[in-house]
């Protein structure tokens, strides 16, 4: 969120006095396109590829009404903070004194009485101002992922492969135009409950991404705002229920240099040794920013290996769609793992029958490219082992010597 402030756009979303003086209803931001979100709560039990755009629309409802009622708060907290250190006032910070008659002095003397900002331990539940950012940024990047109508729908192989190619990093640069679109939402499929992988890119370079479960997505999609005691944040109780977010900054254009990632404010997944109940974290399960960005990069770079296919379809948008987001067609991409006629067998095939199949590890290989003077990752030696047809077991993996 460190940019947000300075690469601001023309289109200036402050709310206006008309806005902020309508009838206020309690969470009305979180009840919007309930029966949309209904129904892809339904679809999560057994998702397909062509129910992916009406996943889209659920996470646009969810999160895009969320995300304008954040904004405000979010653009104001580096003012304040600019405020402290030089007395300067922004133009948020300039806009908010007006709406309200005070002086700065006045509004950052009591934050937590006109903006609901304040300390972990204050006593009317504030929350700490990087945590507003953080917020702001998680639902600005599901929000975001929604625009271009980009999906991709990952088999189980395929997710196996993923998954693999993330616990080992390639350390090639990742740019702008090696990513599968600019925004999108990806399920990785997975016998016991996938996973969804969202993204944006901001500002040309800034890579906003996340990673959550099916049962996740379904208790965020299904979000009415209610109280929820220490799941969002380990600091405050919060009715908030931001996706565990990673920020980085794409490698530039010709570069060989890595992806590096960039901080959100105060916002940080639950870890896996938060005093909560782990069965009930389930869009927090301790994902760090490193391992989200990790397999984002993994799912990135198996789009263009020889062993996956790849195979798009435009869906045209629904009679009943209503918003300009919602009216452009929908991409569905299927990916696949194509087998490798080469794959080494091994002792142990030959002799034993096996109840599943598993991943082989691998290891990126960094392949020259003199023409753009950069790395390409080539997955070496991975691939799907045991029956055709018998259930994939992510946890099982072997390592050919």
């Keep these: ?54 996943l ?4 646009d409802e969810a999160a895009t009404p969320v995300l304008k009622h954040l904004e405000p708060f979010a ?52 929350i700490e101002e990087r945590i507003m950012l953080g917020m702001y940024c998680a639902y600005r990047c599901t929000s975001g992922a929604t625009v271009d109508r980009h999906t991709y729908y990952a088999s189980e192989e395929m997710t196996a492969l993923i998954l693999a190619g993330s616990e080992t990093s390639a350390e090639v640069s990742v740019t702008p135009a090696d990513l599968p679109s600019p925004s999108g939402v990806a399920y990785l499929a997975q016998p016991d409950g996938g ?16 990673l959550v479960s099916a049962a996740g997505m379904e208790e965020f999609i299904g979000d009415e705002g209610e109280l929820r005691e220490g799941l969002s944040y380990r600091y405050v109780n919060h009715i908030y229920l931001p996706l565990p977010t990673a920020e980085a900054e794409l490698s530039p254009p010709e570069s060989d240099t890595p992806p590096s990632l960039h901080s959100i404010g ?11 109940p782990q069965e009930f974290l389930t869009i ?25 296919q790849v195979e798009s379809t435009a869906v045209s948008a629904g009679k009943s769609a209503t918003t300009r987001r919602r009216k452009k067609p929908s991409q569905i991409t ?68």
């Design 1 to 54: 969120m460190g940019k947000a402030k300075s690469r601001k756009t023309k289109q200036d979303s402050r709310k206006t006095k008309q806005e902020w003086n309508r009838p206020f209803v309690t969470g009305e931001q979180f009840r919007h396109g309930l029966p949309t979100r209904r129904r892809a709560q339904m679809a999560l039990a057994d998702l397909k590829p062509a129910q992916m755009p009406l």
């Design 56 to 59: 889209l629309d659920a996470l």
């Design 75 to 126: 653009w104001l907290v580096p003012d304040l903070e600019r405020f402290r250190t030089s007395r300067t006032i922004g133009t948020t910070l300039a806009w908010f004194c007006e709406f309200h008659g005070q002086s700065a002095e006045s509004l950052l003397a009591n934050t937590p009485h006109y903006f609901g900002f304040g300390p972990k331990e204050s006593a009317i539940g504030a």
């Design 195 to 210: 996973l969804f992988l969202i993204w944006q890119i901001l500002y040309d370079t800034l890579l906003s991404v996340q």
């Design 266 to 276: 105060g916002f940080v997944p639950a870890a896996m040794d938060s005093d909560f």
């Design 284 to 308: 927090y399960r301790g994902w760090t920013s490193a391992e989200i960005l990790e397999v984002f990069i993994s799912f990135t770079h198996m789009l263009r290996q020889k062993t996956t």
């Design 334 to 401: 299927y990916l696949s793992y194509r087998s490798r006629s080469s794959a080494r067998p091994t002792n142990e095939t030959a002799t034993r029958t096996y109840s599943h199949r598993w991943t082989v590890r691998g290891h990126w290989k960094r392949q020259w490219y003199p023409s753009e003077q950069r790395h390409h990752p080539i997955w070496i030696s991975t691939y799907i082992a045991g029956p055709e047809g018998a259930p994939i077991k992510t946890s099982d993996k072997v390592t050919l010597l």
